[in-house]
Nanobody, 121 residues
Framework: QVQLVESGGGLVQAGGSLRLSCAAS????????MGWYRQAPGKQRELVAI???????DYADSVKGRFAISRDNAKNTIDLQMNSLKPEDTAGYYC???????????????WGQGTQVTVST
């Protein structure tokens, strides 16, 4: 089993920045890909960013150029730096882990409890 714990959410004004962190523990060897999903009330869940153990990344079009995902394999953590935040970025953000890229895109096995990001106008 893998446990994922997020931190760093909060309230920020539009145009501001936030940094989310996720610490993984347990059977770390079972997760090669990690990522961040978000979900706003009444909206579908959206895959925001993913990163492999080797450092390859991918982003949703809606956040490209504004968000950056990073990973520290030695510390078993991933971060999501969010810049130029917009009100439409308001959502619960969830750290996820999966065996590989296909799984992280489709149905991650491991989920954190989520952290709320609220962007005000």
């Amino acid at each position: 089993q893998v446990q994922l714990v997020e931190s760093g959410g909060g309230l920020v004004q539009a145009g501001g920045s936030l940094r989310l962190s996720c610490a993984a523990s347990g059977s770390i060897f079972s997760i090669s890909a990690m990522g961040w999903y978000r979900q706003a009330p009444g909206k579908q869940r959206e895959l925001v960013a993913i990163i492999t153990r080797g450092g390859s990344t991918d982003y949703a079009d809606s956040v490209k150029g504004r968000f950056a995902i990073s990973r520290d394999n030695a510390k078993n953590t991933i971060d999501l730096q969010m810049n130029s935040l917009k009100p439409e970025d308001t959502a619960g953000y969830y750290c996820t882990g999966a065996l590989n890229l296909a799984r992280i895109r489709d149905s991650p096995r491991y989920w954190g409890q989520g952290t709320q990001v609220t962007v005000s106008t």
